[in-house]
């Protein structure tokens, strides 16, 4: 198991799921999107392959 995937399982553990709350969350959906955008500026789809882990 990686960092990432028990982050988000203790993450829900303890009940903090603002990935799922974000339509309640302005605020973090602006920081996000602005986060997304920064990492994608200058960059063109297609972006590369996404990975997902097999466990």
């Known amino acids: 198991m990686n960092a990432t995937s028990t982050f988000y399982q203790v993450s829900y553990r303890i009940g903090f799921h603002s990935w799922d709350d974000a339509a ?22 297609p972006y590369g ?3 997902r882990s097999i466990h």
């Open 24 to 45: 309640e969350e302005p605020a973090f959906v602006e920081t996000i999107v602005r986060l997304f955008e920064e990492e994608e500026s200058g960059r063109y789809p």
């Open 49 to 51: 392959q996404a990975h």
